[in-house]
């Protein structure tokens, strides 16, 4: 099983709103990402996270705030976000944050696609 | 360059090869991978080589690998109408926390009947 899961697969949102996307994989993997990605371009890192704690965060503005709650769970918490922040969010997974090895390889989410309006 | 850089548009006709290359920029990159992303849905891993390999095959897909020149080639045989889509390789690059992946721009593959 290789699947990482996302919800919601759509987010229409204001503003002024507060919403939260969600991320879920159950095959042992202990290093989760975010991705942002714009229309005909590759994704874009965001945060890294490894054993539950932020290892990476690519200055991400704070009105993105991701959490890892366990070791299957990502979310990231979305507040008066602007029109720009519209994409497509990638969440992915990998066994671990090690250099060098298989282990690297990452399983992606289908993606929530995020509409600020 | 500092860029992995690929191009970006490729149409071929249906039962044709189709052949998506991409030029990477850390020769210490352990593994490769391409990647294809169907419209509107996540990135789907295809396959990966190992950088000691000149080449693998899996079914309808050959990866070439040449290291002296960090080239990196996907080979579709009997390419279909399903093939359609962006097709983004990657290459992981070391820093202070491990191994990050670094994306193409992408492929877009068109295939025509």
Partial sequence: DTEVTQTPKHLVMGMTNKKSLKCEQHMGHRAMYWYKQKAKKPPELMFVYSYEKLSINESVPSRFSPECPNSSLLNLHLHALQPEDSALYLCASSQGLIAGGLRDTQYFGPGTRLTVL | ?113
């Avoid at chain 2, 390999?53 to 290291?67: E, P, Y």
């Fill in chain 2, 1 to 113: 360059g500092e860029d992995v850089e690929q191009s970006l548009f490729l149409s071929v006709r249906e039962g044709d090869s189709s052949v998506i290359n991409c030029t990477y920029t850390d020769s210490s990159s352990t593994y490769l991978y391409w990647y294809k992303q169907e419209p509107g849905a996540g990135l789907q891993l295809l396959t990966y080589i190992f950088s000691n390999m000149d080449m693998k095959q899996d079914q309808r897909l050959t990866v070439l690998l040449n290291k002296k020149d960090k080239h990196l080639s996907l080979r579709i045989a009997d390419t279909q109408t399903g093939d359609s889509a962006i097709y983004f390789c990657a290459e992981t690059k070391s820093d202070n926390y491990g191994q990050n992946f670094v994306f193409g721009p992408g492929t877009r593959l068109s295939v025509l009947p």
